[in-house]
């Protein structure tokens, strides 16, 4: 839980993680408590635009974040409240304090678009293969975006909102083998 | 059995519970196991259940050495024309064992990729519940294989001629254009997926009884 | 003999070299062990360019989690990585618990670190009987395999169910254990220690063995971080990165365990990494076996969280309307509107559940982050520069739960 607050913004509880964000925004030129940031549990949450994307992730690299957990992203169509139709998430932690930190950014309709991250961790690799293969958002700068999970001839992304739990049919297409000819 | 006819005489029925026997005691598992019911196929062969007291110990993962293709675990969309495809390539004679619910109707799996019954498309012989089914019930489907060997075995497959069509369900055809249809349907003939290749899925949702 | 990497990638492109081969290796191949595909580019036996292709096991996990309340998915993330199945279980409850905000009981977290670390025993001599398996050395599997069989039966005596328990539940576990159960786990750490012996004694002086993992598959502290491998495969390579003591959870801060790493990142030093977990695993069970709490398996919060147990529904008319009020599709859980990852060190690494939730009782977005899938991903890293007969040795030490990789 956040608590108290400086100059207007709120602070985080973590003090490693608030000098981390800190740190962020001086990077990126945006005055304090600039970024948007949210705290449920242990979870400690920035919201980075699209724009700074890059450059947040390359700094918070260079701070000494050198493992990246997880990266993934949600379908928000139709969620309360929902600004934007996917979030994506970045999961960081740094290996020799333990400081874990989750960045946030967002993608749009109709060509949902980020800047990859392949060159700053490259654990990044696959976890950005399939977010494209499951949700459809590509990744600027990744050398090898192609589909992961589903067949290459898969024209949908399966983990959208707008795609069925039980597909579209593509399970039943294929030919019955009988037992005289085989 | 039939006297009249010269392939069914005395001879031919004696030929056949010979050749019967030997195959029943002999049969070669070839383990296709995706998932977690490949696991309990491992602990069948290990040494607690140890299922080389009924002969069918000898697995081989060359689909041309095998007799008995155990499907263990879920089929997935890009995975059944491998299955197929394996399928063909065994020799005559060859039975198959579906095992786990998964491989026999999609188990808890309902969603966009899994095939829900890897009968649709292939011809099963026994079926085994569970999930993932006992290795106990592993080694009696294998029984019952062998049961089913003996009994209706002929020495020169006689019996898998009157068997024209998969004996499973049909496909749930859902009649859809080829606009769309996201995925190109896989052919085990061609090893491709292609536009160019459609299956014949008549509507057989009323005669399949589901 | 390993092949120096350094002459591999100082050798020409791969589309210039001559005589190149294209090997297909899967998606059905006994040294998989499950579904996987690598095309591989050789030149003579060794590999210029691995290609790992996924995706023959992809059954849509995180879809049926949107579909599935917190209790029934369980049974989903069972089949996720089925060699630890309580582990999936544990780590997808306690991310649901902490979306909820339930305390769990002393007693359940202790009997919850029992089974994590059975779990990691099973997880461990699967992986180190498989990988000795594809080696060629087939009396070790056989010995592990025997071990895991005991505990199949403590799950079994536990739950009723011997391979995929579904034991855990939300805010407390499906029944309680008792003393016969305890006398089951008893019986199989007495039994484990001569067993963990006798593999260690057929395979860490086994020429062959050593041969084929020694300065094979080398991963070194940088790449291990940079390419986010977690658990034994980070601390073979010297990351000394364990959830258990990080953030502790469940009762592992009362516990006294040492975290194993080695220096050398090579499969052998995966396998032995594993080995020594497996005693570490044994320490921690014996002392929890022996300081297990008292008192109920299941947190009261409010009445509201927890599945109240079958007498309480049968005699009773409030347990009726508590068990009628979880089960209903237009009741059951009310968490709040927000968005939690929460991870446990499992027997494959970090696993981590990350739940997007909308205030319903099934979550809006389930995200696994499947350690296996990471540690895939380094294979074409590993293997580039190694022989063929390389791979299986590689593909074992990584312990690639095809499940877990696809889900």
């Known amino acids: ?182 | 059995m039939e006297v009249s006819l010269p392939e069914d005489g005395f001879l031919v029925t004696k030929l056949d519970e010979v050749a019967n026997w030997c195959r029943k005691n002999s049969l070669w598992p070839m383990a296709f196991a995706t998932a977690c019911c490949g696991i309990e196929v491992m602990a069948t062969g290990a040494s607690r259940h140890d299922i080389a007291r009924f002969g069918a110990e000898a697995f081989r993962f060359s689909p041309r050495q095998c007799d008995l293709m155990i499907v263990a675990g879920r089929v997935v969309m890009k995975m059944l024309p491998v299955l197929q495809r394996i399928w063909m390539q065994m020799p005559e004679p060859k039975w198959c064992i579906s095992m786990g619910a998964c491989a026999s109707s999609g188990g808890v799996f309902d969603t966009y990729a899994v095939v829900q019954g890897i009968d649709r498309f292939l011809p099963v012989d026994v079926y085994i519940p569970g999930c993932p089914p006992r290795p106990e019930q592993l080694i009696q489907a294998v029984l019952d294989l062998q049961d089913k060997v003996q009994k209706t075995g002929t020495f020169n497959a006689r019996e898998f001629k009157s068997r024209t069509r998969p004996e499973g369900p049909r496909p749930l055809a859902m009649q859809l254009d080829m606009a769309d249809q996201m995925v190109a349907p896989a052919n085990y003939r061609t090893a491709t997926r292609s536009w160019s290749v459609v299956p014949e899925v008549g509507n057989h949702a009323g005669e399949s009884g589901r | ?407």
């Open chain 3, 1 to 407: 003999m390993p092949l120096k990497l350094a002459d591999a990638i100082a050798a020409p492109d791969v589309e210039e070299r001559e005589c190149l081969w294209t090997l297909n290796f899967g998606p059905q191949h006994p040294a998989t062990h499950t579904t996987l595909r690598l095309v591989l580019n050789l030149d003579g036996e060794v590999i210029l360019k691995a290609t790992p292709d996924i995706g023959f096991l992809h059954s849509g996990f995180e879809k049926l989690g949107e579909h599935l309340d917190f209790n029934q998915y369980v049974t989903i993330v069972d089949r996720m990585n089925y060699i630890s199945p309580v582990a999936n279980e544990i780590a997808w409850h306690q991310t649901v618990e902490s979306l909820l905000g339930i305390d769990l009981t002393p007693r359940c977290k202790m009997i919850r670190v029992i089974f994590a670390e059975l779990m990691r025993i099973h997880d461990h001599l699967l992986c180190c009987g498989a990988a000795a398996l594809d080696l060629g050395a087939f009396t070790a599997f056989l010995y592990a395999f025997n071990q895991r069989e005991l505990i199949n039966e403590i799950n079994e005596w536990a739950s009723g169910q011997r391979f995929h328990p579904s034991y855990t539940r939300v805010g407390g576990l499906q029944r309680d254990v008792d003393d016969a159960w305890i006398g089951k786990v008893r019986g199989f750490m007495d039994g484990f220690i001569a067993a963990h012996n006798d593999v260690t004694k057929l395979l860490n002086r086994n020429r062959i063995f050593l041969d084929r993992c020694r300065g094979v598959g080398v991963l070194t502290k940088e790449e291990a971080i940079n390419r986010s491998a977690t658990g034994p495969v980070a601390r073979a390579s010297g990351v000394q990165r364990d959830l258990r003591r990080l953030r502790p959870y469940l009762a592992y801060d009362a516990i006294d365990f040492d975290v194993v790493c080695a220096e050398e990142g090579d499969c052998l030093a995966r396998y032995l990494v594993r080995m020594e977990e497996m005693l570490e695993s044994w320490k921690i069970i014996h002392w929890a076996i022996e300081n297990l709490p008292g008192g109920p398996v299941n947190s009261e919060i409010d009445g509201r969280m927890v599945l109240p147990n079958q007498l309480s529904v049968y005699r009773s008319i409030e347990g009726l309307i508590h068990h009628f009020e979880l089960n209903m599709t237009n009741r059951k859980w009310k968490p709040p509107v927000e968005e939690l990852y929460t991870a446990t060190e499992s027997p494959n690494g970090e696993l981590g559940f990350h739940i997007v939730s909308d205030g319903g009782p099934c979550a809006w977005r389930v995200r696994t982050r499947p350690p296996s899938f990471i540690h895939f991903s380094l294979f074409p890293h590993l293997a580039e520069g190694h022989a063929v007969g390389d791979v299986a040795a590689i593909l074992g030490s990584l312990n690639i739960i095809a499940a877990e990789l696809d889900r």
């Open chain 1, 1 to 182: 839980m956040s608590e108290g607050t400086v100059a207007g913004h709120t602070l985080f509880s973590d003090p490693a993680v608030e000098s981390i964000v800190s740190g962020l925004e001086k990077a990126l030129g945006v005055p304090g408590g600039g970024l948007k940031r949210s705290s449920f549990r242990d979870n400690h949450r920035v919201w980075v635009e699209p724009a700074r994307l890059a450059s947040a992730l390359k700094h918070l690299r260079e701070a000494g974040m050198d493992l990246l957990i997880d990266l993934s992203a949600a379908d928000y169509l139709g969620y309360q409240d929902a600004e934007h139709r996917y979030g994506v998430w970045y999961i960081l932690e740094n290996t020799s304090t333990g400081t874990r930190i989750m960045v946030r950014s967002w993608a749009d309709d109709p060509s949902p678009c980020l800047p990859s991250a392949f060159d700053i961790w490259r654990g990044s690799d696959w976890m950005e293969r399939e977010v494209y293969d499951l949700l459809g958002i590509q990744f600027t700068g990744h050398p090898d975006l192609r589909r992961i999970l589903m067949p290459d001839e898969f024209a949908g992304h399966p983990l959208r909102k707008d795609y069925p739990l039980r597909g579209m049919g593509e399970r039943h297409h294929f030919v019955p083998l009988a037992r005289d000819e085989s």
